[in-house]
Nanobody
Framework: VQLQASGGGLVQAGGSLTLSCAAS????????MAWYRQAPGKQRELVAS???AYADSVKGRFTISRDNAKNTVYLQMNSLKPEDTAVYYC?????????WGQGTLVTVSS
């Protein structure tokens, strides 16, 4: 399985971005896919999973969605903050994980 995340970029604080992650190959279920992020010098953290499970730091601002037909999971990010700056990845919500891929970099300027 290959995971290709895209949609990152440079955005000003308060702005929005939508990330996409396309899974190629045979996956368990797109419904088991989640979004993670890793900020510089920090450990990777789970950001969004399921339909309503979000890290406290992004609740009310981020929304996860999926297109089963396209094997794609999305992350709509609104009201972005500088602390949201990180490389964003998608993967299964629990181990064993697929190969992480390169992720997509989101940089939020103040």
């Amino acid at each position: 399985v290959q995971l290709q995340a895209s949609g990152g970029g440079l955005v000003q604080a308060g702005g929005s971005l939508t990330l996409s992650c396309a899974a190629s190959g045979s996956i368990f279920s797109i419904n088991l896919m989640a979004w993670y992020r890793q900020a510089p010098g920090k450990q990777r953290e789970l950001v969004a999973s399921g339909n309503t499970a979000y890290a406290d730091s992004v609740k009310g601002r981020f929304t996860i969605s999926r297109d089963n037909a396209k094997n794609t999971v999305y992350l709509q990010m609104n009201s972005l903050k500088p602390e949201d700056t990180a490389v964003y990845y998608c993967n299964l919500v629990r181990p064993p994980f697929y190969s992480w891929g390169q992720g997509t970099l989101v940089t939020v300027s103040s």
